[in-house]
């Protein structure tokens, strides 16, 4: 089945950076075929898109006005791994970060359980 496993969550201090790391496992396709994203959700709101990567061929990355220029996504697909580098760390960054997987010419989603960002001095 499959799996997103996320980790790279912690406390950390306003200003300061984080990686994140979302670890993809038993997809019936090729890793390369999902366009891979991660979302956040804050305490009382909604979950929010934050970074788009597509699939190899599939065009360039999407962010969030709120973390652009601060955030960047990338993506191993030997590894099968997708990547959040998160620099000038804010409070308001503070959420659980979700991966999540879709497929090229689909709409089905795999979503992993989350990890938790905290930013605060």
């Known amino acids: 089945q499959v799996q997103l496993v996320e980790s790279g969550g912690g406390l950390v201090q306003p200003g300061g950076s984080l990686r994140l790391s979302c670890a993809a496992s038993?997809?019936?396709?090729?890793?390369?075929?999902?366009?891979m994203s991660w979302y956040r959700q804050a305490p009382g709101k909604a979950r929010e898109f934050v970074a788009l990567i597509p699939t190899s061929t599939g065009g360039r990355a999407d962010y969030a006005d709120s973390v652009k220029g601060r955030f960047t996504i990338s993506r191993d697909n030997v590894r099968r791994t997708v990547y959040l580098q998160m620099n000038i760390l804010k409070p308001e960054d503070t959420a659980v970060y979700y991966c999540?997987?879709?497929?090229?010419?689909?709409?089905?989603?795999?979503w992993g359980q989350g990890t938790q960002v905290t930013v605060s001095s």
């Open positions: 038993g997809f019936t396709f090729s890793f390369s075929l999902y366009a």
């Open positions: 999540k997987a879709r497929r090229v010419g689909t709409i089905d989603d795999y």
